[in-house]
């Protein structure tokens, strides 16, 4: 089995090595070629072009920033679709929108190539450890296959409905990620204004029901920590929130928070957040409310 894989950024370059830690024959494109170097250093293959790539592969993954990259890879010209064999797999792990992924659906559709959207949940840091989990969205009688195929990336993998479902779910995962790194944001930074110790106010926070897997797994790794290069970066968060407001508006349903916590995003990113890690929106709002930035 030949896999091509596209895109090995933050999260596509640990998810493709464990293909290849895993025994699996591996042909990766990215543009940024310190990228493939390392790849090729682990024992993957690297191809010059996606048409190449497209051309011999009987599974093609793509893990790119979001919707633009994705429509340009898989459906331009020489992308994906125009050369991939009928009968193979595309599988989209980036994180997209709903229309994004309905029109990749269909396009692979119309070329009788299979398709799936799995889109990855948890933290960089798990997708380093090969404990990722996807959010399948499949055919049935592709899950078996697909399961077994992602589960040499990740340990978890959720079946969310038919090919744009697991666009879906990721939406509303991200939501509710990115709207903690606000509420975490917010809650610490009052508590230093009022003179806690930011080592007891993160204990207590993390022992109670205010507790969330940002606060708890990711802050002390990343911002708390000192640590602010992007495990995700500020400026997918901010793509994230963009497509799951996106998603609200088409639907008709309000999204109050989201929209709000869009925001905080956007004014982290004109105050030059871009590039640094989700959890920096603690430093920003430090920042904005004049206090030191809070280390443990
Ligand atoms: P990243 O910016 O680190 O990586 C994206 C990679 O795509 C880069 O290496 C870039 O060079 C490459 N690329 C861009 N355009 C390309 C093109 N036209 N052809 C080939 N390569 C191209 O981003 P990331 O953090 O790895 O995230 C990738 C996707 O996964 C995003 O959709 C993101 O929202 C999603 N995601 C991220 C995380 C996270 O914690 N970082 C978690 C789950 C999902």
């Known amino acids: 089995m030949k896999i091509g894989f596209i895109g090995l950024g933050r999260m596509g370059f640990p998810l493709a090595s464990h293909l290849v830690k895993n025994g699996l024959d591996v042909t990766a494109f990215d543009l940024n070629l310190a990228q493939i170097e390392k790849f090729i250093q682990l024992g993957g293959k690297s191809a010059e072009n996606i048409q190449h790539i497209a051309k011999n592969a009987d599974i093609v993954f793509t893990m790119l920033p979001g919707p633009k990259q994705s429509k340009e890879v898989i459906l331009g010209d020489n992308g994906v679709l125009a050369n991939l064999s ?18 990749l659906y269909q396009h692979a559709k119309e070329k009788n190539i299979k398709f799936a959207d799995a889109p990855v949940g948890r933290l960089a840091a798990h997708a380093d450890l090969g404990e990722s989990l996807f959010m399948l969205g499949a055919e049935t009688a592709e899950f078996d296959y697909l399961q077994d ?10 079946h969310c409905g038919e090919p744009g479902a697991g666009t879906r779910m990721k939406l509303i995962n991200n939501l509710m990620v990115l ?8 809650a610490l930074v009052l508590a230093q204004g009022l003179g806690l110790d930011a080592k007891k106010t993160f204990e207590v926070l993390t022992g109670t029901t205010a507790s969330n ?9 990343k911002v708390l920590n000192n640590d602010l290069t992007p495990g995700f970066d500020i400026a997918l968060g ?8 996106q998603a609200a508006q088409s639907t008709g349903i309000s999204l109050p928070v989201g929209n709000l916590v869009r925001n905080m995003f956007q004014l982290a990113r004109h105050a030059g957040k871009d590039g640094q890690d989700t959890s920096s929106m603690t430093d920003f709002w430090a920042e904005v409310n004049q206090i030191e930035k809070i280390r443990i």
């Open 238 to 245: 901010f793509k994230d929130l963009t497509l799951a407001c």
């Open 149 to 158: 195929l992602l589960l040499k990336m990740g340990t978890t993998v959720l």
């Open 179 to 186: 709207c903690y790194c606000q509420l975490n944001s917010e």
């Open 86 to 103: 009928e009968g193979k797999y595309l599988i989209e792990l980036s994180t997209i929108d709903t229309d994004t992924v309905d029109l």
């Open 213 to 221: 897997g940002q606060l708890k797994e990711k802050w002390p790794q």
